[in-house]
């Protein structure tokens, strides 16, 4: 009787729907909502993909990857992590799909007064990316282009008024948000409307970030891989990723170094 009981459950589970392949897509922080909107996009058009999204700095995915964690796709806000898989051949390709560009996020009641981006010397708890974040490289390059058009000390009096380093942008605009830092440089689309106040950085200064997607060469969901990627650059996709503040993708794909 259990023998004939357990044919017949058997028999029910072959006869059930195919089970999903996992999709794992390793991408850069700062895509958090809208990869996740991608990705429920993404499953209603492809039902037999699961897609599981793991987010982290840019840096800390390319190490992760580079240290044998299995992933099918890798979205980077600098090319350079990107390349760096390249090289080493665990990454095959790599396409522009959005871009971004920086921003200063000061708390609701702007307690140090910046009402513009050369106000940002006045901020005694300024909070940046570390050197190793692509947000935190983008900021002290934007630095650096404003000490040429301003003043010389300019870069320098922003840097001494730096409280802490943060592995990504989310972290430094909690800081901004919960009110225990004056500033921080995010990405555009990091800074929440009612949370925080946004200055601009002016033309000439800010830098803008192009994102890229590459399938890793031991994907285990290769397919899946290229369907995503495919479907971030599609119609469907760029509008998402328009909804959600980024900008589109720019001319041609830059090669791989």
Known sequence: MRTALAAILLAGCAGGEPERKVLRVFAASSLTEAFQELAGAFEAAYPEIDVVPI???SQVLRLQIEQGARADVFASADQRHLDALVRAGLVTGGRVFAGNELVVI???????????????PRARH???GTEHVPAGQYARVALRRAATQRHADFEAAVLESVASEESNVRLARAKVELGVADAAI????????????????????????????GALTAAANPEGAELWIDFAASPAGQDIMKRRGFLAARGQNPPAR
């Open 55 to 57: 987010f982290a700095g």
């Open 106 to 120: 000061v708390p609701r009641d702007n307690p140090a007064a910046i009402a513009t981006f050369a106000d940002l």
């Open 126 to 128: 300024l909070v940046i």
């Open 186 to 213: 995010v990405y555009r689309t990091d800074a929440v409307p009612g949370r925080v106040r946004v200055v601009p950085l002016p033309d000439g200064v800010n830098v803008r970030a192009d994102y890229l997607m």
